[in-house]
């Protein structure tokens, strides 16, 4: 059975492939109404050497916002579903994981981030990813999903894993203030001094320029590259 959903996380995802010998591995989760299209000419232009590039795609779907209805790309239906939905697409996103590791030999060559519900994924599969610690995590215009079993399952090396955080403090979708509270929620979890966060204050719910060359850098920073 997991064998069989990462194989079709895999099969469905944008795979952008290794220039040269893979070493290493990003997992970019993108955000409601996205699609991994969008993404894929931002990640070839910015593709480090011997790094492999996964972009999953989420399932098209009816999706409730505002009290309105909408067929757009989503991990989740509902936002009181994120938890429910969010837990298994984040189990196979750790199976993912789990296969890339043989491919790349440590988790430390692997980066896993995202953006918007994306970026809640990334932030709470890598902070609660127990067996290896990762090469980093990317959370962009989105928070930990901050449900008590989760927060419960963080791992010993969510205290040292590095992490960026970027956000718009002009985001109307996950707003600066509940960004801030969960930024201290996780700090009160040893989370905090392994955490770059870029808070930008004309900044809304998009990922700016800054922000990309920021993802660049810490890319390469991570994978010593």
């Known amino acids: ?35 991994a299209d969008g993404y894929t000419e ?18 098209k779907r009816w999706v409730t916002i505002l009290g309105r209805q909408y067929y757009l790309e989503s991990w989740w239906e509902r936002d ?10 984040m189990g196979k996103l750790k199976e993912l994981i789990d296969d890339e590791i ?12 995202g953006f918007s519900q994306g970026g809640c994924i990334s932030l709470t599969t890598g902070l609660t990813y127990s067996k290896q ?6 959370c962009c215009g989105g928070i930990f999903i901050n449900e008590e079993k989760l927060l419960e399952k963080i791992s010993e ?7 960026l ?39 809304a719910h998009i990922i700016s320029a800054q922000g990309f060359d920021l993802i660049s850098k810490f890319i390469k920073t991570q994978f010593k590259i």
Not at 42 to 59: C, D, E, G, W, Y
Not at 102 to 113: C, D, F, Q, T, Y
Not at 157 to 163: E, G, H, N
Request: hydrophobic content about 40%; aromatic content about 6%.
């Open 165 to 203: 955080s970027i956000h718009g403090k002009k985001d109307d979708i996950f707003k600066w203030n509940n960004v801030e509270a969960s930024l201290e929620l996780l700090k009160q979890k040893g989370v905090g001094d392994n955490m770059e966060v870029l808070a930008e204050d004309d900044v």
């Open 80 to 89: 009181d579903a994120c938890v429910e939905e969010g837990t298994i697409i």
């Open 102 to 113: 043989k491919l790349v030999k440590n988790a430390s060559n692997i980066i896993i981030g």
């Open 42 to 59: 931002v990640f070839i232009k910015m593709q480090p050497p011997n790094t492999r590039i996964i972009l999953p795609r989420a399932t």
């Open 1 to 35: 059975m997991a064998a069989s959903s990462t194989k079709k996380l895999i099969e469905n995802a944008q795979i952008i492939p290794s220039k040269g010998v893979h070493r290493y591995t990003i997992i970019w989760i993108y955000g409601l109404g996205g699609n």
């Open 133 to 138: 610690q990762l090469g980093g995590i990317i």
């Open 157 to 163: 090396y969510s205290k040292t894993i590095p992490i």
